[in-house]
């Protein structure tokens, strides 16, 4: 059974910095793209990047609102990936979702950002 | 960015009876694969997202089969075929075709 549990989410300062993690399980970790998606309060989802197997180069994309802040990446030997989120503003105020090609979701992780 | 607009963004159902939730992206899904990357989310309170259907019209594994995706190019179809109370929630369409993938805006689905 797939399963992916996040962590690392908690109240920060704007202009601070969170690290979240994904933890995975029940499947082939090395081989598979994850992403992160977020969801602020009471509104829609929104993609917020991806990374490619490490044999793809461990390629990282992001979507506009987040590029030069947030860095993915990815530890294969602890089937793990990572989000280390930068210079956070309240706008990233957010529950943050790992996902496996968006078939497999983990339970998410808030993240507050406020004074 | 694509765009994907869903209508309604509230859907009222009398248990049993069949709803239809539509979803219109602003540029062909269609891949350079022929294939075409669009898929279909329930989100119940207080839970996190579930796919339910993956490119276009494939059920994933356990979705009850009143669920059904249909739709080509830009224009795309979520149908229950009757509703149950299970059911309620917020229902995403997101495409996945072109980078980065993008979602509708949610129909809530409720009971009547």
């Known amino acids: 059974e797939v399963q992916l549990v996040e962590s690392g989410g908690g109240l920060e300062k704007p202009g601070g910095s969170l690290r979240l993690s994904c933890t995975a399980s029940?499947?082939?970790?090395?081989?598979?793209?994850m992403s992160w998606v977020r969801q602020p309060p009471g509104k829609g989802l929104e993609w917020v990047g991806r990374?490619?197997?490490?044999?793809?180069?461990?390629?990282?994309d992001y979507v506009a609102p987040v590029q030069g802040r947030f860095t993915i990446s990815r530890d294969d030997s602890k089937n793990r990936v990572y989000l280390q989120m930068n210079g956070l503003k309240t706008e990233d105020t957010a529950v943050y979702y790992c996902?496996?090609?968006?078939?497999?979701w983990g339970q998410g992780t808030l993240v507050t950002v406020s004074s | 960015d694509v765009v994907m607009t869903q209508s309604p963004l509230s859907l009222p159902v009398t248990l049993g009876q069949p709803a239809s939730i539509s979803c219109r992206s602003s540029?062909?899904?269609?891949?350079?694969?022929?294939?075409?990357?669009l898929s279909w989310f329930q989100q119940r309170p207080g839970q996190s997202p579930r796919r339910l259907v993956y490119?276009?019209?494939n059920r994933d594994s356990g979705v009850p089969d009143r669920f059904s995706g249909s739709g080509s190019g830009t224009d795309f179809t979520l149908k229950i075929s009757r509703v149950e109370a299970e059911d309620v929630g917020v229902y995403y369409c997101m495409q996945g075709t072109h980078w980065p993938p993008t979602f509708g805006q949610g129909t809530r689905l409720e009971i009547k």
């Open positions: 029940g499947f082939t970790f090395r081989n598979v793209w």
């Open positions: 540029q062909s899904l269609v891949y350079s694969d022929g294939d075409t990357y």
């Open positions: 990374i490619k197997t490490e044999s793809e180069g461990g390629t990282t």
């Open positions: 996902t496996k090609d968006s078939e497999a």
């Open positions: 490119k276009v019209s």
